[in-house]
Nanobody, 123 residues
Framework: QVQLVESGGGLVQAGGSLRISCAAS????????MAWFRQAPGKEREFVAA????????RYADSVKGHFTISRDNAKNTVYLQMNSLKPEDTAVYYC????????????????WGQGTQVTVAS
């Protein structure tokens, strides 16, 4: 069983930056692909970014490409999402997820989820 715990969310001004983290409970997470999803009030959960087990390959939603960066440190069992040039429309609860399916953008393919961390971007 993989347990994921997100941290680092908060309130930031538009144009600012924030880095959120996802710590896993087991070292075997280093063999999983990891992803970030987000869900804004009244909207469906949407894919943000994914990274393969080694960190050598990444994928991003078009809406965040160029200003979000996903990375991982397998020695620390942790995945990060660096968010730059934040916009009010980036406001959402951000969820970390793990899967054996490489680069899936579909939430249904992720069996393990964190509890989420709130990111609020003020205009």
């Amino acid at each position: 069983q993989v347990q994921l715990v997100e941290s680092g969310g908060g309130l930031v001004q538009a144009g600012g930056s924030l880095r959120i983290s996802c710590a896993a409970s087991v070292r075997t997470v280093s063999t999983y692909s990891m992803a970030w999803f987000r869900q804004a009030p009244g909207k469906e959960r949407e894919f943000v970014a994914a990274i393969n087990w080694s960190g050598g390959s990444t994928r991003y939603a078009d809406s965040v490409k160029g200003h979000f960066t996903i990375s991982r440190d397998n020695a620390k069992n942790t995945v990060y999402l660096q968010m730059n040039s934040l916009k009010p429309e980036d406001t959402a609860v951000y969820y970390c997820a793990a899967t054996k399916v490489v680069f899936s953008t579909t939430p249904e393919n992720y069996p393990y989820w964190g509890q989420g961390t709130q990111v609020t971007v003020a205009s």
